[in-house]
């Protein structure tokens, strides 16, 4: 899958679109509303980076979705998975939300906020709240919300533990069970590696 597009930002068409020139090839990217000025203001004619995202529209053309922030891209993978969010409708929210604010909504139940979304009138959006709250209910075993930032650690030391042989059971709840906000990913490991293998909670002289 493609990850990264480096190039010239040469065109900007609103409200989404932009090209991106890389050597022999243009690119076609779709971006969240609120970044063409952005763009056009600081990076016209100019080197620009985006995360990206390719997607089969309708089984005929590749579409690219475009953005700043790693992220960002990240939350619109994590959108997509959803049944009635397609790509249309989590650019959109991510041209008004931010990946913290809208972990914050979900989690503080602000669900008229969501009808701040082009197209999301405030009955639309206590249907969207109650199919995004999954997206951000994930508790550990301590009661505590994993922040969206650090599920990417999670699930780091997650598959690095069963490529170690661990069960996926045993695995999971270990690492819920130590999971502490702060970790990094070689703590976490270490943590967990202490509960799974027992003989190593002590090490020998």
């Not at 502490?180 to 976490?188: A, N, P, R």
Request: hydrophobic residues 40%; charged residues 35%; without cysteine.
């Amino acid at each position: 899958m493609f990850y990264k597009i480096r190039g010239r930002l040469s065109e900007v068409y609103p409200p989404n679109k932009v090209i991106v020139e890389t050597g022999v090839l243009s690119w076609e990217i779709h971006v969240p509303i609120n970044l063409i000025e952005i763009l056009r203001e600081n990076f016209m004619h100019r080197r620009v980076e985006f995360f990206v995202v390719p997607l089969i529209r309708k089984n005929e053309y590749l579409e690219i979705y475009g953005f700043l922030e790693r992220e960002e891209r990240e939350l619109f993978l994590k959108l997509n998975t959803l049944s009635r969010i397609g790509p249309k409708l989590a650019l959109n929210l991510l041209s008004v939300f931010t990946p913290e604010t809208l972990r914050t909504i979900i989690l503080e139940r602000k669900v008229e906020e969501l009808a701040r979304v082009p197209g999301i009138g405030l009955k639309k959006a206590e249907k969207l709240f109650i199919e995004l709250k999954g997206l951000y209910g994930r508790l550990s075993k301590k009661g505590l919300t994993i922040p969206l930032e650090k599920e990417r650690i999670l699930q780091e030391a997650r598959e690095s533990l069963l490529s170690l042989g661990f069960k996926v059971q045993d695995v999971e709840e270990v690492l819920f069970k130590v999971f502490e906000e702060t970790d990094t990913l070689e703590g976490l490991l270490k943590k967990a590696l202490k509960e799974l293998a027992p003989a190593l909670r002590e090490e020998k002289p």
